[in-house]
């Protein structure tokens, strides 16, 4: 599988986004093609996220807001919402 564009090698590895929108968009399917289980944290997600999340892949959307302990067990975690308290929250976790 090739690489995520940080050259990270994520076959397989837990991959946490939080946040549904524009840039979650443009990041999920590069994880996804660089071999990451996706889990995707967020109350709604843009049509084509949602099309990735009802397929067999290896997306996991979580159909809710941030919580606390999401970034359990996340190798790499990435917060991408409008709201800058939420990803200070997101950071502040990982």
């Known amino acids: 599988m090739p690489p995520y564009l940080l ?4 076959g397989g590895r ?3 986004v939080v946040g549904g929108g524009r840039v979650a968009q443009r990041r999920v399917p590069a994880l996804l093609a660089a071999g990451a289980r996706v889990v995707l944290v967020a109350p709604e997600v843009t049509p084509s996220l949602e099309d990735l999340a009802s397929g067999d892949g290896d997306l996991t959307w ?3 807001p941030y919580r606390k302990g999401d970034c359990d067990g996340a190798w790499l975690v990435q917060a991408v919402t409008d709201d800058a308290k939420v990803n ?3 950071v502040a976790e990982a």
Request: proline fraction near 0%; aromatic fraction near 0%.
């Open 88 to 90: 200070g929250q997101v």
């Open 62 to 64: 979580l159909r809710r």
């Open 7 to 10: 050259a990270l090698r994520l």
């Open 14 to 16: 837990r991959v946490l």
